[in-house]
């Protein structure tokens, strides 16, 4: 990814930005909760005093998160060819577009646990388990020199699932474009070391739908495995940027995974396509997810959401031949278990194969 030019320079300072941004929206939230309590009565103030010691807990907690992420933000001026950024004008940034930039910053933590947590192993099995199972089926190890087989998986986020695979001894590439998983992937691939030896604590922003104060608190260590630790014949590496920008080349891909991938286009016809080009004859596309069209309730974001039904069509009318199908698979994302409010995915899974 190339961020030479100036309006790239921008996008890169804006995403650090939101991130340095992160301690000060977080406490100011917290803030104005204890504010509104010293405007209440006397005596309603009486019964909220375990709820203010509460308040103080999750300024500590935002601390703890604050921690973690000026490690994240730590050296990424560095990430892309040396390039170098100057530190972000902040009175030039409208409020409005910051706090939603911060929420993202909020869902990077959450992110971090789906993918790097024990908490999250759950949710991984559901979501990464079967895409991992069809390739070891498709292109056994035992059988075969794994390291040959080049794998795809855009869409990376935190570069677990893409992980994973290269543990197996596959060559892999993740490929992600936003910038919030980038700086994390980075931090947490290149410098954590030892297991669980970081901690996050990501229910603490909601306040909605809380059984306990303590489940609000609930601490994430991570990462659950060190991420250094991959098979020597292994070859795994993260690409920064757009995926129908980046993989042009055809016939060049063995296999590509996706997993909550498909439904980030604006044109899935775009994404299907491309991943069609890019495989080598006798090759498989492997994916599972929902359909939860990401730029459906965008303003100026056109956009094609279409029913699995017609997904299919576009699948099989390009030329893939599906051997595998399933619907339904329960799954979930960057889910709280201990949250009053539950919601998941009836996701499908299924195995295209480019013919010879």
Not at 33 to 51: C, G, M
Not at 165 to 192: D, H, P, T, V
Request: contains cysteine.
């Amino acid at each position: 990814m190339d961020y030479s030019g100036a309006q790239e320079r921008a996008h890169f300072e804006r995403i650090v930005h939101a991130f340095r941004s992160y301690r000060g929206r977080a406490l100011k939230h917290v803030k104005e909760r204890e504010e509104f309590i010293q405007s209440l009565p006397s005596h309603h103030k009486k019964l909220l005093n375990s709820y203010k010691s509460h308040l103080k807990k999750q300024k500590v907690c935002i601390q703890h998160n604050a921690e973690i992420i000026n490690q994240i933000i730590t050296g990424v001026e560095s990430m892309f060819e040396n390039v170098q950024h100057e530190p972000l004008n902040e009175a030039g940034q409208d409020l409005s577009t910051l706090d939603l930039d911060v929420e993202k910053v909020k869902s990077t933590i959450r992110q971090i646990v789906r993918d790097w947590s024990p908490i999250g192993e759950k949710e991984r099995s559901l979501c990464y388990g079967p895409i991992i199972e069809q390739i070891v089926q498709l292109y056994p190890p035992d059988r075969l020199d794994a390291s040959s087989i080049n794998i795809l998986v855009p869409g990376t986020g935190l570069g677990r699932l893409a992980h994973e695979i290269a543990r197996r001894g596959y060559s892999c590439q993740g490929n992600e474009f936003s910038l919030f998983m980038l700086m994390a992937s980075n931090f947490i691939l290149n410098k954590c070391r030892g297991p669980n030896s970081l901690r996050v604590y990501p229910w603490v922003h909601t306040g909605s739908n809380q059984l306990t104060n303590e489940n609000q608190l609930q601490e994430a260590t991570f990462p659950d495995q060190d991420p250094s630790e991959l098979p020597p014949q292994a070859q795994f590496t993260i690409a920064a940027g757009d995926f129908l920008e980046i993989y042009t080349v055809a016939n060049s891909w063995d296999c590509v995974a996706t997993s909550f991938f498909i439904d980030c286009a604006n044109n899935i016809v775009g994404f299907i396509e491309t991943i069609y080009k890019i495989l080598k004859p006798g090759g498989y596309w492997v994916n599972l997810g929902p359909l939860l069209y990401h730029f459906e309730e965008q303003p100026e974001e056109p956009s094609i959401e279409l029913s699995y039904e017609e997904v299919r069509n576009i699948v099989e009318g390009i030329g893939f031949e599906i051997t595998v199908e399933k619907t339904s698979l329960e799954t979930t994302y960057t889910q709280n278990v201990n949250s009053l409010m539950q919601y998941g995915y009836r996701s499908i899974f299924f195995v295209a194969k480019k013919p010879l």
